[in-house]
């Protein structure tokens, strides 16, 4: 939670400077837009989020699935603000999508096992899918970038 807090400010202050920079406006209707096309998913991932925080007991079933709906949900307010934006968001949100419904049908299989792997590993698997997810899009974008900054 604290990491999630630590990214959206710092999206903030460089989306921020960024409007600054081009003399924009920073809530714009096209900014309006995106923001509204995505909240709905990202309302329920944090309705998920409060729910894992307040569970009364560490549950690791749930923490794997919990792994999964944030996917899913992350993958879907990209997706919708993907319609005003470049494609490549809409690409991203389904490839958000297709990792998350990867980890339901893993977690769907985890439930049957006698022992759960650690929560550590769940850790590390959102970590992964995540990290590994945001990289390859930014090589996407690193390499079908214009030189005026412009995506092909």
Do not use: K
Request: proline content about 6%; overall charge positive; aromatic content about 10%.
């Amino acid at each position: 939670m604290t990491i999630a807090c630590i990214t959206l400010a710092a999206s903030i202050l460089v989306v921020r400077r960024q409007a600054i920079n081009e003399a924009e406006a920073f809530w714009s209707p096209p900014t309006r837009r995106v923001a509204l096309a995505a909240a709905p998913p990202l309302a329920a991932g944090l309705a998920v989020s409060i729910a894992a925080v307040m569970s009364p007991a560490p549950d690791h079933l749930a923490a794997w699935r919990a792994i999964s709906l944030w996917m899913l949900l992350y993958g879907c307010a990209l997706h919708s603000a993907g319609f005003f934006m470049a494609r490549g968001i809409r690409l991203l949100g389904w490839a958000f999508v297709i990792m998350g419904g990867c980890f339901a049908l893993f977690t769907s299989a985890l439930q049957h096992l006698e022992h759960l792997p650690p929560i550590r590993y769940a850790n590390i698997a959102m970590g992964g899918g995540f990290g590994v997810i945001h990289l390859a899009y930014g090589t996407y974008l690193r390499r079908t970038e214009t030189p005026t900054g412009e995506v092909e």
